[in-house]
């Protein structure tokens, strides 16, 4: 229940804010019904972009089963699904203001390269299309279901992602790109969190300049031989420690039941589906 009072929406066992002051947003921090409001007075449209390329369409029908569930219910929503399988999608209606828009692309041959081109297929799309389409864009995995509610708390000008296996470990242990030959680089006293590849987004023109970044700095590492280590990943973490995000998401968002739960997570609305590596990744 809403209250004024400056001591509630408080959460003392989780950092609930940056030092640049960019709110991290756990449960228990924002009144939703007060951001629901404010978001429709706004008319916000959000596109949520997905790729689903080779093998991975199998994972696309319960993560929009899912996301009807749990994500932005009662906002317009655009599922961008980009896809070298078009006829693999069978026809998906869906309600008033929400609808599956699929985009052809084309598929790389190394899984590396099917994870990091998604950057450029962004930067280009967001140009072309999104931009006319909806203000904000959710750019996330697919092998992923909705398990809980997902909505507008989400939303701000560019935003990240903790990353489920390192929210709790020191500086040292984040897996940021360590050889200075990439430009993925980041020294051993920077960074501030380790974000996940898997999980961002902001306006169309912030996603815009987020994408084409990661994209420039990838093909300037082709050109040189290298590859970040943990590809597109790297690139945003690269991005964010010198483009701070506005605002942060805590591992609620993007969680993986192979990690032991804490006692400060009280949801976990996206979850990693489990998948057989082998099994989907040779082909
Ligand atoms: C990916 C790895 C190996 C073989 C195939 C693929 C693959 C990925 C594919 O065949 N088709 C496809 O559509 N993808 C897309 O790339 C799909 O949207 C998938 O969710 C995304 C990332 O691949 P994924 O989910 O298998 O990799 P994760 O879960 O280990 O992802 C983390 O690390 C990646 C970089 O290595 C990315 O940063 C990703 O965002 C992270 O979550
Ligand atoms: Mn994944």
Partial sequence: MYSSTILSYRRTDVLMVTPWFAPIVWDGTYNIDILNAQFHQRNVRVGLTVFAIKKYTVFLQRFIETAEKFFM??????????????????????????????????????????SMRRMEMIRDYSQQRFIHEVDFLVCVDVDMRFSDEVGVEILGDVFGTLHPGFYAASRDRFTYERRKQSTAYIPPDEGDFYYAGGYFGGTVPEVYKLTNYCHNEMLTDKRNGIEAIWHDESYLNKYFLYHKPTKILSPEYLWDNGYAVPQFLKRRRFVAVPKNHNEIRNK
């Fill in 73 to 114: 219910v009662g906002h317009k929503v655009n599922y961008y699904v980009f896809t070298d399988r078009p006829n693999d999608i069978g026809n998906i209606s869906l309600p008033e203001g929400r609808k599956v828009v699929i985009l052809e692309v084309p598929s790389y041959k190394r899984w590396q390269e099917v």
